[in-house]
């Protein structure tokens, strides 16, 4: 276990009762924020060492590909732009976060092979693990011990099928996978960015 999962995992056992909004938020939607904004940058990275490794002709062809596909978490209901993002309360942008990190947790172990290995085995999935935690008690603090009405529990994971037909050989759907998770990484840091804004009433929350 990582040294962000015990913090977290400790501040998860602290929490009885009221003791929820004994946590301090802010420092938590902080811890957040980082882990979300690395994340990002290592999907960054990662598409930037893909492209490196092809050829210009097949960086070209990929360049066309992706703009015309379809995220499959984009079925996902999310805030669309960035007036609804900002409309939007602090559970929906929470709980829109942790649908968005769930239906990565499967596919992610594709990046700690062949994509992006340099980090260790398990890097990037530890680090969504984390990410997840913290959002998870952001949910729970939210709440102050009500139970959550609309859990994710019920829902599909959209991404596994697709990763179960991954081949490391077919640039088209490996490219995909890596935007998509670089798209979506991008939807949670501005999603739990602007619900720590909320949070603070004397900000002014803008995109």
Not at 116 to 122: A, E, I, K, Q, T
Not at 137 to 166: C, H, K, R, V, W
């Amino acid at each position: 276990m990582t040294k962000g999962s015990l913090l977290l995992l400790l501040l998860l056992l602290s929490m009885t009762g009221n003791g929820a909004v004994a946590i301090n938020s802010q420092h938590l939607f902080n811890n957040a924020v980082i882990r979300v904004q690395v994340l990002h940058q290592l999907a960054a990275r990662m598409i930037n060492d893909f492209e490196e490794s092809l050829f210009p002709e097949d960086r070209k062809a990929l360049s066309r590909i992706f703009p015309l596909s379809h995220c499959i978490s984009d079925n996902i209901p999310a805030p669309s732009d960035k007036d609804e993002t900002q409309r939007s309360s602090v559970l929906r942008l929470l709980r829109t976060s942790l649908r968005l990190i769930e239906t990565w947790e499967y596919p992610s172990q594709a990046f700690s092979g062949a994509f992006f290995n340099s980090l260790g085995p398990n890097a990037i999935s530890e680090k969504l693990n984390d990410l997840k935690m913290g959002v998870s008690l952001l949910i729970g603090a939210y709440l102050n011990g009500q139970p959550d009405m609309q859990g994710n529990d019920s829902l599909p994971l959209p991404f596994e099928d697709f990763y179960l037909t991954l081949d490391d050989n077919d640039l088209s759907k490996s490219y995909r996978l890596m935007a998509c998770f670089r798209k979506d990484m991008h939807r949670v840091e501005t999603f739990i960015t602007m619900a720590r804004c909320r949070r603070s009433p004397d900000t002014n929350c803008t995109l």
